[in-house]
């Protein structure tokens, strides 16, 4: 009979990193040893083999993760996580995890890849934040100058400082260092904080690939990446320099990808990303905005500033996103919003990182109650209590309507969300209720979309000349009558020249 045996195999097929004694069984190396400790501290794929037949990896690994994922987590108090994280949970009142959460930690902790899928707002954060830091804080290793050991990726500067202020908070009674790097501010402070050594480094995929060419970055330690709104990554263009960055990290790490929709772009990046990854998906698309009452108002592209004040001064109204399509509408809404005696802020992407993270804390703080912001910004909001969302404009691609409207609604709360429809926007219309898989309902009793044809406007033309009518009556010219040119009219009115 063999002893519970532990091991672990990493991409190339070699095990490594083995504590105890080195055994050759059934074509892999294992360890003998009866330590829990042991068996957690493995990071990628581990296994336990207590059968004095042999086994092979996958049937072993297949028994693991039917055993993870057949007995789901109902509090946190089931997992069993450090001292400092138990009490941090304790103090922010956490105790029943959301679906994600119960789905994915207890397979993280296991050291397993993470494919997770969820709409926003379901604590996709805590779901990788909370197995990161119990690693750490057991092993509580030293920090590296310029070498940390999670890497958690974001496409935004504003999704970058949620992560950041999170693990702040699940970490709060751990002594590990924590680096934000993001565009649109000086690196100075960033370069600095990555000298004195981070344990984790939250970033943006620009910045990070400027630091990682001057040198101050260096990925050959990493043990854990995390790849957070992967699908946004995408749709913002990131898909470059992701393949970049993967390039560089180490074969020997664990990967925990995160994102709210899975196309098949996503699924190819997570299959060249992921080794035999646990698949988590708690987002089936026709019920991921049950909690949010929807409707669509038809308006002429003219009434779409007055209908918008109307709404906002209804009793009911007390914290608001307006989603724009562009930066300059967000500029003018805000503009005229304020003429009209709105509290009101605009954020998108020309707004400088300083300015950005001054609203978001006014907004929070309710010293704004209307916020006006781009695409850009939409999964970087990560605020209680909004009531509505308003789409003044409808949003390109149909999936950032979900992303737009889930501003609202977080947490279980209910939530409204209000889309401003014009006539020549009900194709835009159709293809968001085809991904949502449900029609949203028309306001007032107004008429459905395809009812409202687009008018062309007048074109044009050279006008024709007035038509009489022949003797006949028929409509038309008469046969053979020629209109005279204008230069044959110029000509009959000269006078005659006397000869």
Same mark, same amino acid.
């Given at each position: 009979?063999?002893?519970?045996?532990?091991?672990?195999?990493?991409?190339?097929?070699?095990?490594?990193?083995?504590?105890?004694?080195?055994?050759?069984?059934?074509?892999?190396?294992?360890?003998?040893?009866?330590?829990?400790?042991?068996?957690?501290?493995?990071?990628?794929?581990?296994?336990?083999?207590?059968?004095?037949?042999?086994?092979?990896?996958?049937?072993?690994?297949?028994?693991?993760?039917?055993?993870?994922?057949?007995?789901?987590?109902?509090?946190?108090?089931?997992?069993?996580?450090?001292?400092?994280?138990?009490?941090?949970?304790?103090?922010?009142?956490?105790?029943?995890?959301?679906?994600?959460?119960?789905?994915?930690?207890?397979?993280?902790?296991?050291?397993?890849?993470?494919?997770?899928?969820?709409?926003?707002?379901?604590?996709?954060?805590?779901?990788?934040? @909370? /197995?990161? *830091?119990?690693?750490?804080? $057991?092993?509580? =290793?030293?920090?590296?100058?310029?070498?940390? #050991?999670?890497?958690? &990726?974001?496409?935004?500067?504003?999704?970058?400082?949620?992560?950041?202020?999170?693990?702040?908070?699940?970490?709060?009674?751990?002594?590990?260092?924590?680096?934000?790097?993001?565009?649109?501010?000086?690196?100075?402070?960033?370069?600095?904080?990555?000298?004195?050594?981070?344990?984790?480094?939250?970033?943006?995929?620009?910045?990070?690939?400027?630091?990682?060419?001057?040198?101050?970055?260096?990925?050959?330690?990493?043990?854990?990446?995390?790849?957070?709104?992967?699908?946004?990554?995408?749709?913002?263009?990131? @898909? /470059?320099? *992701?393949?970049?960055?993967? $390039?560089?990290? =180490?074969?020997?790490?664990?990967?925990?990808? #995160?994102?709210?929709? &899975?196309?098949?772009?996503?699924?190819?990046?997570?299959?060249?990303?992921?080794?035999?990854?646990?698949?988590?998906?708690?987002?089936?698309?026709?019920?991921?905005?049950?909690?949010?009452?929807?409707?669509?108002?038809?308006?002429?592209?003219?009434?779409?500033?007055?209908?918008?004040?109307?709404?906002?001064?209804?009793?009911?109204?007390?914290?608001?996103?307006?989603?724009?399509?562009?930066?300059?509408?967000?500029?003018?809404?805000?503009?005229?919003?304020?003429?009209?005696?709105?509290?009101?802020?605009?954020?998108?992407?020309?707004?400088?990182?300083?300015? $950005?993270?001054?609203?978001?804390?006014?907004?929070?703080?309710?010293?704004?109650?209307? &916020?006006?912001?781009?695409?850009?910004?939409?999964?970087?909001?990560?605020?209680?209590?909004?009531?509505?969302?308003?789409?003044?404009?409808?949003?390109?691609?149909?999936?950032?309507?979900?992303?737009?409207?889930?501003?609202?609604?977080?947490?279980?709360?209910?939530?409204?969300?209000?889309?401003?429809?014009?006539?020549?926007?009900?194709?835009?219309?159709?293809?968001?209720?085809?991904?949502?898989?449900?029609?949203?309902?028309?306001?007032?009793?107004?008429?459905?979309?395809?009812?409202?044809?687009?008018?062309?406007?007048?074109?044009?033309?050279?006008?024709?000349?007035?038509?009489?009518?022949?003797?006949?009556?028929?409509?038309?010219?008469?046969?053979?009558?020629?209109?005279?040119?204008?230069?044959?009219?110029?000509?009959?009115?000269?006078?005659?020249?006397?000869?």
């Amino acid at each position: 009979m063999l002893l519970p045996t532990i091991g672990r195999v990493d991409r190339s097929g070699k095990s490594h990193r083995v504590l105890g004694e080195r055994i050759e069984f059934c074509g892999f190396l294992f360890v003998q040893s009866s330590s829990q400790d042991a068996l957690r501290s493995c990071r990628t794929h581990h296994y336990c083999a207590n059968s004095d037949s042999p086994l092979s990896l996958s049937t072993v690994l297949k028994r693991r993760r039917t055993n993870i994922l057949g007995n789901p987590l109902k509090t946190f108090n089931e997992l069993d996580l450090i001292e400092p994280l138990q009490r941090a949970l304790s103090e922010e009142n956490y105790d029943t995890p959301t679906a994600i959460q119960a789905q994915t930690i207890p397979a993280a902790l296991q050291g397993f890849d993470i494919l997770g899928c969820a709409q926003t707002g379901t604590g996709k954060t805590a779901a990788f934040a @909370l /197995p990161i *830091l119990d690693e750490l804080g $057991r092993n509580n =290793p030293r920090a590296i100058p310029n070498q940390p #050991f999670v890497l958690v &990726l974001a496409p935004t500067r504003e999704l970058a400082i949620q992560i950041g202020a999170s693990f702040e908070t699940y970490g709060q009674n751990l002594k590990l260092r924590k680096a934000l790097v993001f565009g649109g501010v000086n690196q100075h402070s960033q370069v600095k904080s990555l000298n004195r050594g981070a344990h984790i480094l939250v970033a943006t995929p620009g910045r990070l690939l400027d630091l990682m060419n001057q040198g101050h970055i260096d990925l050959q330690r990493l043990e854990t990446f995390v790849l957070d709104e992967a699908d946004r990554m995408l749709d913002m263009g990131f @898909l /470059p320099d *992701l393949k970049r960055i993967i $390039r560089c990290l =180490p074969d020997d790490r664990q990967s925990l990808f #995160f994102s709210a929709t &899975l196309p098949q772009k996503i699924v190819q990046l997570s299959e060249s990303l992921l080794v035999d990854p646990v698949s988590v998906n708690v987002t089936p698309k026709s019920k991921s905005v049950d909690k949010i009452s929807q409707q669509v108002l038809l308006v002429g592209r003219g009434q779409k500033q007055s209908l918008l004040q109307e709404i906002l001064g209804g009793d009911d109204v007390q914290r608001v996103i307006v989603f724009t399509r562009t930066k300059r509408t967000a500029n003018i809404l805000e503009k005229k919003l304020k003429q009209s005696g709105a509290n009101v802020a605009a954020i998108h992407g020309n707004k400088s990182q300083h300015a $950005r993270t001054r609203v978001l804390d006014a907004f929070r703080r309710d010293r704004v109650q209307v &916020l006006v912001a781009t695409d850009v910004a939409a999964r970087g909001i990560d605020v209680d209590g909004i009531t509505h969302v308003i789409n003044f404009d409808l949003p390109t691609d149909p999936e950032s309507y979900i992303h737009r409207i889930g501003r609202t609604g977080r947490a279980g709360a209910d939530g409204i969300a209000i889309t401003f429809c014009t006539s020549d926007q009900r194709n835009e219309l159709r293809a968001i209720e085809r991904l949502i898989g449900i029609k949203l309902p028309i306001a007032n009793d107004q008429k459905e979309p395809q009812a409202m044809e687009r008018r062309r406007p007048p074109t044009k033309s050279r006008r024709q000349p007035t038509v009489t009518s022949n003797r006949a009556g028929s409509s038309g010219e008469a046969p053979g009558r020629k209109r005279k040119s204008r230069q044959q009219q110029r000509n009959r009115r000269k006078p005659a020249v006397a000869r």
